[in-house]
């Protein structure tokens, strides 16, 4: 084979180079994305945010079952540590006194306003006097969601098949030089 064995061979390798690289290029995107879209109050959930590879698919746990597996194909995971970050990306109910943040109140920015809930009790207005009643309790309370991430995924997504071409063309341009 000599020299086109060889001239494949450095292909191959640029190519595999170059995937990793678009990957772990958008994965840092979304990164960046996420950190400046995220809600801020002490800037914890914006900090936490952290990328994981690229790697092999085939090592990243946790992907899902039709995600394709196999030498050629890398996987990066993007996304909060804290503990609180998933349900300020999709929203959910939030338990009643083990979810606590400031001593006992929740405090989040939604549509640009402060939002404060006392975890443990929930207050209601009596209609006829206009008076509002706090009671104490252990329900649970819910959070709207604040996509973040989702919302930073988007112009990547589009964008990411010109970063391969892009940067498969230029491992094709190394070899034939």
Do not use: C
């Amino acid at each position: 084979m000599g020299e086109f064995g060889a001239a494949m061979d450095a292909l191959i390798a640029r190519s595999l180079e170059a995937m990793r690289s678009v990957v772990g290029d958008a994965a840092h995107d979304i990164q960046v994305g996420g950190r400046a879209i995220a809600p801020v109050r002490l800037g914890t959930l914006r900090a936490s945010i952290k990328v994981d590879g690229p790697r092999e698919a085939s090592t990243v746990p946790d992907l899902p079952k039709a995600t394709p597996r196999g030498p050629a194909v890398f996987a990066a995971r993007v996304g909060p540590t804290v503990v609180y970050g998933r349900i300020r990306e999709v929203g959910g109910n939030v338990p009643g006194l083990k979810t606590r943040m400031d001593g006992n109140w929740l405090r989040w920015w939604w549509h640009g306003r402060p939002v404060f809930w006392n975890v443990g009790a929930y207050s209601y207005t009596i209609k006829k006097t206009g008076r509002t009643v706090y009671r104490k309790g252990r329900g649970r309370q819910m959070q709207h969601g604040a996509p973040y991430l989702r919302i930073a995924t988007d112009p990547v997504r589009d964008a990411f098949v010109p970063m391969v071409v892009r940067k498969l063309t230029a491992a094709i341009e190394e070899v034939t030089g």
